[in-house]
């Protein structure tokens, strides 16, 4: 299945600032899906974004604070935007597996603080 | 839109059989349900995924009963390793969206 990389691991951001996170996977995908997790919880969908569109959001989450960038099949970016404590998450990408049954395959995530 | 829930820990010991339980009673019909491994600092690992009756893989069983409303994943033989945190994700693709709902969790201690 897809392998995917994340860049950064880790970040700790001064409240105010924006980061942006880097996902690139290793096979062309349709869509890629970005999730936050915050510290001890679950994992929650921010956004699903397909090449050549504007990525879709849920509840919850606007594209002003979480904008996304699709420029091909490869890559994505999750810009968190104007931080504030309250963003310190754990924010990872994802894709469909590319094999029936096999689900989403996840990156190992970027640790965000903000302080 | 289906709201998934699971037990918050279990606790077992090395070599018995786990049986964690999630609950989707709003589940759609095109929903798949899938189970995820995580350990600290990872990301979620693919375990297992479903659509009714029953699925077997090499680690894992995952039974959903007729209803699809629950399901269960079952690991047999526990071992230290498998102490993790395990989710449940129902949903899939509706029309040009997707739904994509996490469990809220179960945290499997493995005792030796």
């Known amino acids: 299945s897809a392998v995917i990389s994340q860049k950064p691991s880790r970040d700790i951001c001064q409240r105010g600032t924006s980061l942006t996170i880097q996902c690139q996977v290793d096979s062309q995908v349709t869509m890629m899906f970005w999730y936050r997790q915050q510290p001890g919880q679950s994992l929650t969908l921010i956004a699903t974004a397909n090449q050549g569109s504007e990525a879709t959001y849920e509840s919850g989450f606007v594209i002003d604070k979480f904008p996304i960038s699709r420029p091909n099949l490869t890559f994505s970016t999750l810009t968190v935007s104007n931080m504030s404590p309250e963003d310190s998450s754990i924010y990872l990408c994802?894709?469909?597996?590319?094999?029936?049954?096999?689900?989403?395959?996840f990156g190992s995530g970027t640790r965000l603080t903000v302080v | 839109l289906a709201k998934t829930t699971q037990p918050i820990s279990m606790d077992s010991y090395e070599g018995q059989e786990v049986n964690i339980t999630c609950s989707h009673n709003n589940i759609a019909t095109n929903d798949y349900i899938t189970w995820y491994q995580q350990f600290p600092s990872q990301g979620p690992r693919f375990i297992i995924q479903g659509y009714k009756t029953k699925v077997t893989n090499e680690v894992a069983s995952l039974f959903i009963p007729a209803d699809r409303k629950s399901s269960t994943l079952s690991l047999p033989r526990v071992s230290l390793s498998d102490t993790a945190v395990y989710y449940c994700?129902?949903?899939?693709?509706?029309?040009?969206?997707?739904?994509?709902?996490f469990g809220s969790g179960t945290r499997l201690l493995v005792r030796p």
């Open positions: 994802s894709v469909e597996a590319g094999q029936s049954n096999y689900g989403y395959t």
């Open positions: 994700l129902v949903g899939g693709r509706r029309d040009s969206s997707y739904k994509l709902i």
